[in-house]
């Protein structure tokens, strides 16, 4: 029903290149990286195992869900964030940004804390289906319109502990 889109490797690599764009824009930012489970903990062990920033911290949120294979949208609360973030430079740590809504949401109640700024490190995005304008700083790779598993993304559940990223296979 799936088949391998990306292999772990490529997806490895672009990761890193992530990290040494980090490693560049905020060494001297104390940066706070702010993961939203459930499906960014792969990327976010991955990524910040190689961020090297002094002062790196890492908090993890939850936010509302995604139902099986479209987006809701439907961001409701910030479920656990202790730090207090104003005056801090902040990093949201997104497994994918889809049609962009749930990252706007969040970047709406993350900015009502007064941060000093708000980047987005998302390890896959699907440009095309942006519908709300939004930048993402540093995203490893970009993808069609696809439905994707693996890598922490789940469907209804499954697959979120492959290591290489698959799409639902129509045939
Ligand atoms: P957005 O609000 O449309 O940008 O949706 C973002 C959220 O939907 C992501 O955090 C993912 O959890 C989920 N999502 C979007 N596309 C996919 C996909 O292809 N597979 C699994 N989850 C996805
Ligand atoms: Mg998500």
């Known amino acids: 029903m ?15 290149r992530v990290a040494d764009e980090i490693n560049r824009d905020l060494k001297d930012e104390k ?3 702010i993961v939203i489970l459930n499906g960014a ?3 976010a062990a991955d990524l910040l195992k190689q961020v090297t920033a002094e002062g790196t911290e890492v908090s993890f949120i939850k936010v509302a869900s995604y139902a099986g294979l479209s987006s809701s949208g439907h961001v409701e609360n910030l479920i656990g964030l202790k730090e207090d973030i104003t005056g801090r430079t ?8 889809d049609s962009g809504q749930s990252m706007v949401h969040l970047i709406g109640m993350l900015n009502a804390k007064q941060p000093k700024r708000i980047c987005i490190a ?3 995005c699907k440009p095309k289906a942006l519908t709300v304008p939004l930048d993402v700083d540093y995203c490893a790779l970009e993808l069609e319109n696809d439905f994707v598993v ?4 789940d469907y209804d559940g499954w697959g979120r502990n492959f290591p290489d990223l698959y799409i639902l296979d129509e045939n």
């Open 2 to 16: 799936f088949r391998v889109l990306v292999e772990a490797p490529v997806i490895d690599e672009a990761i890193r």
């Open 31 to 33: 940066p706070l990286f």
């Open 41 to 43: 903990f792969m990327f």
């Open 90 to 97: 902040v990093v949201v740590v997104e497994d994918m940004v």
């Open 122 to 124: 998302a390890m896959f």
């Open 150 to 153: 693996g890598r922490g993304l």
